[in-house]
């Protein structure tokens, strides 16, 4: 796994344009090695309940951000500003992404409506994802 996510796979932006992110997914194999090190300081420590909740932190915001890139995504495809569910381009496009994909996961409320079906299907996923994060919160 770790020689499969240290390959250059940067090189290749070089033939397919610097616009092909797609390149860049063997990165997420390297996550394996945070759950190795998680597991390994469980085990080490006399009360591990300071990783496990840092863990969980953890997984929770990592979640949270990946969400937020898709629904940069998403705006970026349907056009910025389109409407009032998509980003508008204004202010810092990592803040207020994060800040929309957290309101949506916690149901905060006051979200804007989506208007075609990918934005109902991310509205659904973030939903449930929420439900899945705060589950796990009260598991723990």
Not at 3 to 26: A, I, K, N, Q, W
Not at 59 to 66: D, E, F, G, P, S
Request: aromatic content about 18%.
């Amino acid at each position: 796994n770790d020689l499969l996510s240290l390959m250059p796979f940067d090189l290749l932006y070089f033939v397919f344009g610097f616009e092909c992110t797609f390149l860049r997914l063997p990165r997420l194999i390297k996550i394996q090695t945070f759950w190795e090190f998680c597991n390994h300081f469980d085990s080490v420590l006399a009360s591990p309940y300071v990783v496990r909740v840092a863990r969980t932190l953890t997984y929770m915001i990592y979640l949270v951000h990946l969400n937020a890139c898709a629904y940069y995504e998403i705006s970026v495809r349907e056009g910025l500003g389109i409407n009032s569910w998509v980003y508008d381009g204004k202010g810092n496009a990592y803040i207020r992404c994060f800040y929309f994909a957290t309101k949506t996961a916690t149901s905060i409320g006051k979200n804007p409506r989506p208007t075609n079906e990918m934005e109902y299907v991310f509205m659904t996923v973030s939903w449930l994802l929420g439900v899945f994060v705060f589950a796990v919160l009260i598991g723990q």
